[in-house]
């Protein structure tokens, strides 16, 4: 799945929103430190009253909030996995609603399958359809945007963690005096979901029940145990790992320095193939790419050797790279340099303003800019470089 993808989708929950119908909804109550469910109840979710359903939609809008490879992960199932996730889904996708409950419990056996949660937790599948229009709006057409909708049917599941109930001191107007009140039921804490996925995956106007979109609880901490275990899916990179292996092959490559100007050429090498990929999937670079990119970024690279520290760093000489895990936000101040003295901010395309001199023996950071620069209001006044 793609940004657009993913934010089409989170976009429509909300009230009164002719274009999905969630029609089930299923909470199911597992204890702390146990692996058997407490509770389960299914109900309609049109039968919640309206603050209880804008609780639920923020909580599934949260869900799928994040970076694609850091925070949500579009995941391939494993071939042959006994028990598969994928099956299990969609039969319960496919099934009546006493099949989807039965279904969405074999699901909820596997995430707690020797595996206790610390907390009371609360997991919630829904079963829902998303109608999106073939076209986009036009107020001056004669047909309207709604006559002709592709509809998608999925699952989204959120697993929820529980808060301790407060403690309070209160004072009571009419008998005059201060009571200690304590609530015993526990706060299902839904601003922040812990984890979660929505089956199937969505390209453009196609499912694709060979992938799910798996939500991890922070950025770029995937729970590779959930992902192996409960949704049988293969292994996966997240971007920061990408990133990092990137920088290993180029350390390994061209050595532990670089200057601004050619790793900005870099950045700016594989934000052009970013921009200009036409394919629903976002690029890849293998080691090939990589040698391209630092040739043409001014580096006299040698290609075996490239392969040969991919083979090293990834234990997979054709192991390819997400591009859009590598380069930073290209137009925001995403790059940190930082020193003893101060800490600067910088766009990946503006690197090649930057470079590190040497001045009376010290060496500095010089930046260069077009107009003055302003300390607390003021105009810094200009000194001559070598004064």
Known sequence: ???????????????????????????????????????????????????????????????????????????KFQRDAENSSQLILHKGLLGGTDD???????MTEKMIRDQPYEKDTVITFIRAEY????????????TSDRDAVYAHRFILCTVNKTDEPKKEIQFDYIEKEFKYKIEVDPVIDL?????????????????????????????????????DEVLNSEEIMTAKEDKAVFEQVIRNVVGDQLSPSTLAKVYGEINTAIEENDEDESP????????????????????????????????????????????PKYKSKSIKINTKVANISISPQDLEFVRQVNYNGKRCIMIEIEEDAEIDGFKMLPEAFNE
């Open 131 to 142: 109608m999106k229009p073939t076209k986009s709006r036009n107020d001056e057409a004669e």
């Open 1 to 75: 799945m793609e940004k657009k993808d993913i934010a089409g989708i989170r976009k429509q929950f909300k009230a009164e929103n002719d274009l999905l119908r969630i029609s089930e909804i299923f909470n199911v109550y597992i204890m702390k430190e146990s692996t058997e469910i407490y509770h389960a109840q299914k109900q309609p979710f049109e039968l919640l009253d309206s603050d209880q359903q804008e609780l639920f939609m923020n909580n599934f809008k949260k869900v799928l909030t994040g970076g694609l490879n850091e925070k949500l992960f579009e995941l």
């Open 191 to 227: 601003k922040n979901p812990i984890t979660g996925f929505l089956f199937p995956c969505f390209t453009n106007q196609s499912a694709d029940v060979n992938h799910i979109l798996y939500a991890a609880g922070k950025a770029n901490e995937p729970d590779y145990r959930f992902i």
């Open 284 to 327: 890849k670079l293998d080691y090939k790419d990589v040698e391209r990119v630092l040739s043409n970024s001014g580096e006299k690279v040698d290609g075996e050797k490239i392969r040969q520290a991919f083979g090293m760093i990834t234990d997979n000489e054709s192991y390819k790279l997400k591009a859009s895990s590598i380069v």
């Open 100 to 106: 989807w409950q039965d279904q969405m419990l074999i």
